[in-house]
């Protein structure tokens, strides 16, 4: 299967921590994007990050990709409860696009 | 319309009937992706039209499942004699016509069939 694998699962923190979330995939990649998704419904896009390009930021949000480990990370820095929700990593291989399971993050106040 | 819209946004339906589920890129976009999530799990590819090229069925689950996209724009999903298995939400996301751009979603149809 080319799907990809998030990890973790699941993470709960307290609001104001740092929530990092790592995905990997199996392919050569054109770009990796990370979604939001909120109760099951649409997914929003956040960032995307291409094959050439090693860190990108958008607000609070950072994304890592190390092609040679075929990895990515997002970090969400002062998180809020606003920012519970699924993550989603997505990779373009040929051309559909290739989603990992999610990480299901949980902001505590 | 500034997103993409899908139709009906929730369906109940009976074993055995057929549904049709609608969605509406974003104008102008010529990729056009179909995905289903099963409750609590990740996004299934489904089927993914690109312009005029032949479209990618190779993750519809069955012969029951089918998808055409009229003049490159509205996308229908038929899925005949449905079964309680096929209950999920199904995804709909549109793509500019480039490799390096995000794709945007809908807000799904959530099927249950019963």
């Known amino acids: 299967s080319q799907q990809g694998e998030e990890d973790p699962q699941a993470l709960s923190i ?9 995905c990997s995939y199996k ?47 997002l970090l969400i820095t002062a998180s809020r409860a606003a920012d519970t929700a699924s993550y989603f990593c997505v990779y373009q291989g040929a051309q559909k696009l290739v989603f990992g ?3 299901r993050l949980t902001i505590n106040p | 319309g500034a997103g993409v819209s899908q139709s009906p946004s929730n369906k109940v339906t009976e074993k055995g009937k057929d549904v049709e589920l609608r969605c509406d890129p974003i ?12 409750l609590g799990q990740g996004l299934e590819f489904l089927i993914y039209f690109q312009g005029n090229s032949a479209p990618d069925k190779s993750g519809l689950p069955s ?20 079964q309680q298995e096929d209950s999920a939400v199904y995804l709909c996301a549109s793509r500019p016509d ?11 149809t959530r099927l249950t069939v019963v």
């Open chain 1, 14 to 22: 307290q609001e104001g921590e740092n929530a990092t979330m790592n």
């Open chain 2, 63 to 82: 012969d029951r499942f089918s998808a055409e996209r009229t003049g490159g724009s509205v996308s229908t999903l038929t899925i005949q004699r449905t």
């Open chain 2, 98 to 108: 480039s490799t390096g751009l995000a794709a945007f979603f809908g807000q799904g």
């Open chain 1, 101 to 103: 399971q999610g990480t």
């Open chain 1, 27 to 73: 392919t050569s990649i054109n770009n990796l994007q990370w979604y939001r998704q909120n109760s099951g419904r649409g997914l929003v896009h956040l960032i995307l990050i291409r094959s050439n390009e090693r860190e990108k930021h958008s607000g609070r949000l950072r994304v890592t990709l190390d092609t040679s480990k075929k990895s990515s990370s």
């Open chain 2, 27 to 38: 104008s102008g976009h010529t990729a056009l992706y179909w995905y289903r999530q099963s």
